[in-house]
């Protein structure tokens, strides 16, 4: 269970997507990575490990081969740090009945019943400027317990027949307190301790409580964000644990934005992978020709968590491919390309699925329920990358708190270890 609970651990420590980058920055720190930035020229060596970021919440991580010749490929997997939530917005406060209110905007396919009456802290990033007018970046988090209160069923009566329907615009507000004349921004220095002028944030509501196991044999794991954070740890503790080989960039991709399109600086839709391949081959051959050859060998695994048939709902899924918590790693396929899956990635995940001796799923949505999507097919297209989209399966998607199967989180690990050999 040591990789369950590493994995809460984790959850709890990457409130957003600006704290899980923090923290695997400080893991890679410690594992002796070193860190380049776009804006400088790099120094590339063979067997080294290095990690870049882009825009506070993506980062890529890669190891380079040995024995580093123009015949290599790029071993990578793909996640995203990023969850459905509550964001605030540019002017945050309003007063109303007395109240001192939140106001937030939806952020992506949030599951808006689970978020009211928890108990909500805020955090994210915080972008100030000193005395000489430098902006720089301040990660902040706030445990201060905020709630978005639910209407009494007295004056609700019909609530429980007609269904709870929160209105996004109206009912979305976390009571803050009855002070009338708190400025927003006063307020996040007191609790911080920040002196330098705030001038902006990308700041998120997120869960106070703690991630934790459940079920009568501890077999789940009860925690916010698993969506994707947990494929982001699986797919980084078995990079972390794999050895460098003598002709694979080893490599992990962790994008933001998944949850609204991607479309960003920083998203998966965005060259920031292209231009790190590219930037990586340099070290190795001005051929472009050679750089083709790489990605044609090259392979993508874009791991995204996946759909467990719920057992009051199982008619929502096809009666023949209904995944099932802790029976490891589900296969995602679609027609009509919403997963980059196709039988030769298949065929490749099965062998290392085989190699690992590890179980695998399969899903394929019902004919008349449309499917999600994830970063696979934006990336294969992009990149021209052999991809599968594959995830662990799991209930209560884009709630507040959702559960999946901790035999499972082992499971991956150990498939992922296997890709990367």
């Not at 916010?224 to 990079?239: G, K």
């Not at 231009?275 to 874009?302: C, Q």
Request: glycine fraction near 6%; aromatic fraction near 10%.
């Amino acid at each position: 269970m040591s990789y369950s609970q590493n994995l809460l651990e984790f959850i709890d420590l990457s409130s957003t997507s600006f704290h899980a980058v923090e923290n695997l920055k400080n893991e890679l720190a410690a594992q002796h990575y070193q860190e380049l930035k776009e804006e400088e020229k790099w120094s590339l060596e063979k067997g080294g490990k290095y990690y870049v970021t882009r825009a506070d919440g993506s980062i890529i991580i890669f190891k380079t081969p040995k024995k580093w010749t123009s015949d290599y490929a790029f071993s990578i997997i793909g996640a995203h740090t990023d969850s459905p939530g509550l964001k605030i917005k540019n002017n945050p406060i309003s007063v109303k009945e007395g109240y001192q209110l939140l106001n937030v905007e939806v952020y992506g396919g949030v599951l808006l019943t689970s978020w009211f009456d928890k108990d909500l802290y805020l955090g994210g990033r915080l972008i100030v400027e000193n005395e000489k007018g430098v902006l720089s970046q301040k990660v902040i988090k706030i445990e201060k317990r905020l709630r978005i209160p639910r209407l009494a069923i007295h004056l609700d009566r019909e609530v429980n027949k007609e269904g709870f329907k929160p209105n996004p615009q109206e009912h979305m507000f976390p009571v803050i307190g009855l002070n009338n004349d708190m400025r927003f921004e006063d307020w996040i220095q007191k609790e911080t301790g920040i002196s330098e002028t705030i001038l902006s944030w990308d700041l998120f509501l997120f869960d106070a409580e703690k991630s934790n196991f459940g079920g009568v044999n501890n077999e789940f794991i009860y925690a916010p964000r698993l969506d994707n954070l947990a494929s982001v740890h699986a797919s980084f503790e078995a990079l972390k644990q794999s050895k460098i080989t003598s002709d694979k960039v080893q490599m992990a991709v962790y994008f933001q934005h998944e949850e609204i399109g991607s479309e960003s600086q920083n998203g998966a839709s965005s060259n920031f992978l292209e231009t790190i391949l590219k930037r990586i081959h340099a070290f190795v051959s001005s051929n472009e020709e050679d750089y083709f050859k790489s990605i044609a060998k090259s392979f993508f695994i874009s791991a995204d968590m996946a759909h467990a048939v719920h057992p009051s709902y199982s008619s929502k899924h096809d009666s023949n491919h209904k995944p099932y918590i802790d029976g490891g790693p589900v296969i995602k396929s679609n027609a009509n390309m919403r997963y980059a899956t196709d039988a030769f990635s298949v065929a490749k995940f099965k062998q290392w699925c085989k190699k690992a001796n590890v179980p695998f799923q399969d899903f394929c949505s019902r004919n008349d329920i449309g499917c999600g999507s994830t970063i696979g097919p934006m990336t294969a297209a992009k990149i021209g990358i052999p991809t599968i989209d594959v995830g662990n399966p799991m209930l209560s998607m884009h709630s507040i708190r959702e559960m999946c199967g901790v035999k499972d989180h082992e499971l991956i690990i150990k498939v992922f270890a296997e890709f990367y050999k």
